[in-house]
């Protein structure tokens, strides 16, 4: 079930999802002159970075409100509107990075193959996205609050284990380098709101299935309060996969 994107709520509120990932790309280490592809682009900061390195890159993303402001903000640079399950380019590229992006796309075989297929030989991916485990407190929370409203809410993300994720990229021929699942605890930026905020920005497939969407947030911050909030601050418990690998 696709999530409704809200680029402004996203810039103010959100900003660690790219703010977290400047080792993510170092691990990507882009190279003057390099085409690569950034997957699941969003409102565009990493892409520009990548950018800034002297990279040719291009980003893709399915959310057209998400593209806008990446539009608007990184004029120089190829932004395109793209379903990461069905890449096409005439020239492939040098290394294929995605932040944040592929735990929103269950048919991981299909973007794995898309993946590949974009790649040239001895090319790079480099990706980090949620592992298993991920938002764990959350989803729980959720599954309760919607019980209350007699819905029987499923987690709506790809969360893998890493050994289950690197078997995949080896069977459509890229060889693993590095894989690492980690916690990552995350603070979120409103101290009253933050969870809230966090579950309108990224839990509307679950929000669009309860009756009544406010009851609904009032009982999951109820849920998560005792694990989540800490001296008046809210965290998100991120759990991450972060992983490398070369195209044979």
């Not at 309760?144 to 790809?158: C, D, F, I, M, S």
């Not at 694990?227 to 418990?237: F, K, N, Q, S």
């Amino acid at each position: 079930m696709a999530n409704a994107w809200n680029p402004d709520l996203y810039s103010k509120q959100h900003a660690f999802v790219w703010e977290a990932a400047g080792d993510l790309l170092g691990l990507l280490n882009p190279q003057p002159g390099e085409r690569i592809l950034d997957v699941g682009c969003g409102t565009g900061q990493l892409t520009a970075r990548i950018a800034e390195a002297g990279a040719q890159v291009t980003g893709v993303d399915s959310s057209a409100s998400m593209l806008e402001p990446a539009r608007r903000d990184f004029p120089q640079i190829s932004w395109l509107l793209a379903d990461a399950r069905k890449l096409h380019f005439p020239d492939p590229f040098d290394a294929v990075f995605s932040n944040a992006a592929l735990h929103w796309i269950p048919e991981a075989r299909q973007v794995a193959e898309s993946v590949a297929g974009a790649l040239r030989g001895g090319g790079r991916f480099v990706a980090e996205f949620g592992g298993h485990g991920n938002v764990e407190t959350i989803v729980q929370a959720a599954i309760v609050a919607g019980a209350r409203q007699g819905v029987n809410l499923q987690k709506p993300w790809y969360f893998p284990h890493l050994g289950e994720y690197a078997n995949l990229l080896e069977s459509v021929g890229l060889e693993v380098t590095f894989a690492l699942l980690f916690d990552r605890p995350t603070r979120l930026e409103d101290p009253q709101h933050g969870l809230r905020n966090w579950m309108r920005m990224f839990g509307g497939p679950f929000l669009v299935q309860v009756p009544d969407p406010e009851r609904f947030l009032d009982e999951l911050v109820t849920e998560a309060r005792p694990v989540l909030e800490r001296d008046g601050v809210w965290w998100a418990d991120y759990r991450r996969l972060r992983i490398t690998a070369i195209k044979r």
